[in-house]
């Protein structure tokens, strides 16, 4: 009898909205807004760091790896989620619905880990000024920004490729606007706490780590920092690493509030998802990749002279 009940599904149906037809007219030029914003801020910073050659070190290699990232994660839903808010059939299919989760669940996994390196390049330039060219030097940097991507590719591999052997239940409806992990794996008729114990595995190697690191990091930043004498030289040494931690309180306030609060029976069921869960995972995936631009250009001196740098270049050049 347990069978009756399961299929091979080929396509999902994604619910996002459907259930507030205004809504999902506002969410489109908003989400279009901001995907425009996501694309030009980014790719902007990335340019400017490739151009620019006093940005040519560990911090704006690292800063560049992040803008990539989340054009990455951005594009890996948001187009599917703009043409789910205009179509009537808002379905996709078994296959697109695995490389997008393994696509979301990588860029989500590496921008973790790239975060909690930036942390680490920070402590050392602030803890470690003398020696920083030496312990940041090119073999250290690149080998981490590329341990970051490849820990996001393993980790979403492995997780992905468990779900997608699930057996499924004909109800295919997932209550989300992509195919999150989470949201995908509740939908099996089968037993998912193996699942459950390797995300549970994965989130403590890749999520709380990472930010174990950047609290040890800036605890110690803190403290150096508090030694210096002057309020000047305090300030000016904390503003080297604001936009950082700006961007860090952001991105993993918004995951521990998702993930780690408490969940009642009703709401640990994907149908059981209300439209507020889902909104602040749109913040999570939206919010997070369109701001990271306008901190760290807004509150760095280094890319505003950039900036301010090339513009000059180019208007004289002509």
Same mark, same amino acid.
Not at 24 to 35: S, W
Not at 97 to 110: E, R, S
């Given at each position: 009898?347990?069978?009756?009940?399961?299929?091979?599904?080929?396509?999902?149906?994604?619910?996002?909205?459907?259930?507030?037809?205004?809504?999902?007219?506002?969410?489109?030029?908003?989400?279009?807004?901001?995907?425009?914003?996501?694309?030009?801020?980014?790719?902007?910073?990335?340019?400017?760091?490739?151009?620019?050659?006093?940005?040519?070190?560990?911090?704006?290699?690292?800063?560049?790896?992040?803008?990539?990232?989340?054009?990455?994660?951005?594009?890996? /839903?948001?187009?599917?989620?703009?043409?789910?808010?205009?179509?009537?059939?808002?379905?996709?299919?078994?296959?697109?619905?695995?490389?997008?989760?393994?696509?979301?669940?990588?860029?989500?996994?590496?921008?973790?880990?790239?975060?909690?390196?930036?942390?680490?390049?920070?402590?050392?330039?602030?803890?470690?000024?003398?020696?920083?060219?030496?312990?940041?030097?090119?073999?250290?940097?690149?080998?981490?920004?590329?341990? /970051?991507?490849?820990?996001?590719?393993?980790?979403?591999?492995?997780?992905?490729?468990?779900?997608?052997?699930?057996?499924?239940?004909?109800?295919?409806?997932?209550?989300?606007?992509?195919?999150?992990?989470?949201?995908?794996?509740?939908?099996?008729?089968?037993?998912?706490?193996?699942?459950?114990?390797?995300?549970?595995?994965?989130?403590?190697?890749?999520?709380?780590?990472?930010?174990?690191?950047?609290?040890?990091?800036?605890?110690?930043?803190?403290?150096?920092?508090?030694?210096?004498? /002057?309020?000047?030289?305090?300030?000016?040494?904390?503003?080297?690493?604001?936009?950082?931690?700006?961007?860090?309180?952001?991105?993993?306030?918004?995951?521990?509030?998702?993930?780690?609060?408490?969940?009642?029976?009703?709401?640990?069921?994907?149908?059981?998802?209300?439209?507020?869960?889902?909104?602040?995972?749109?913040?999570?995936?939206?919010?997070?990749?369109?701001?990271?631009?306008?901190?760290?250009?807004?509150?760095?001196?280094?890319?505003?002279?950039?900036?301010?740098?090339?513009?000059?270049?180019?208007?004289?050049?002509?």
């Amino acid at each position: 009898m347990e069978w009756e009940n399961q299929t091979i599904l080929v396509e999902f149906c994604l619910k996002g909205l459907s259930g507030y037809p205004k809504l999902e007219l506002l969410f489109f030029v908003l989400i279009l807004i901001m995907y425009v914003i996501i694309l030009l801020g980014n790719g902007t910073l990335i340019m400017i760091s490739i151009l620019d050659s006093h940005l040519h070190t560990p911090m704006y290699f690292f800063l560049g790896n992040l803008s990539f990232l989340d054009i990455c994660y951005t594009t890996t /839903s948001i187009p599917s989620t703009l043409v789910s808010f205009l179509s009537e059939r808002k379905t996709i299919s078994f296959s697109a619905c695995a490389v997008q989760m393994f696509l979301g669940l990588a860029m989500g996994t590496t921008e973790c880990v790239l975060l909690g390196m930036m942390a680490f390049d920070r402590y050392v330039a602030i803890c470690n000024p003398l020696r920083y060219p030496i312990i940041m030097s090119k073999d250290v940097y690149v080998p981490m920004a590329a341990g /970051s991507w490849f820990a996001g590719v393993v980790n979403s591999a492995v997780q992905t490729a468990f779900v997608v052997q699930l057996p499924f239940c004909r109800n295919s409806v997932i209550n989300h606007f992509s195919c999150e992990i989470l949201a995908v794996m509740k939908m099996a008729c089968a037993d998912i706490s193996g699942n459950e114990f390797i995300m549970l595995v994965a989130t403590t190697l890749f999520t709380l780590i990472p930010l174990l690191l950047i609290v040890i990091s800036y605890s110690l930043i803190i403290s150096s920092i508090l030694k210096i004498r /002057s309020s000047e030289g305090r300030s000016k040494t904390f503003s080297t690493c604001s936009a950082h931690l700006t961007v860090v309180i952001i991105f993993f306030g918004t995951i521990l509030f998702m993930y780690m609060k408490p969940k009642s029976k009703e709401t640990l069921n994907s149908d059981d998802l209300n439209a507020t869960d889902k909104l602040i995972s749109m913040f999570y995936g939206v919010m997070t990749p369109m701001m990271n631009p306008l901190i760290y250009s807004l509150r760095n001196k280094d890319v505003k002279e950039a900036v301010k740098h090339l513009l000059s270049k180019r208007f004289f050049s002509k």
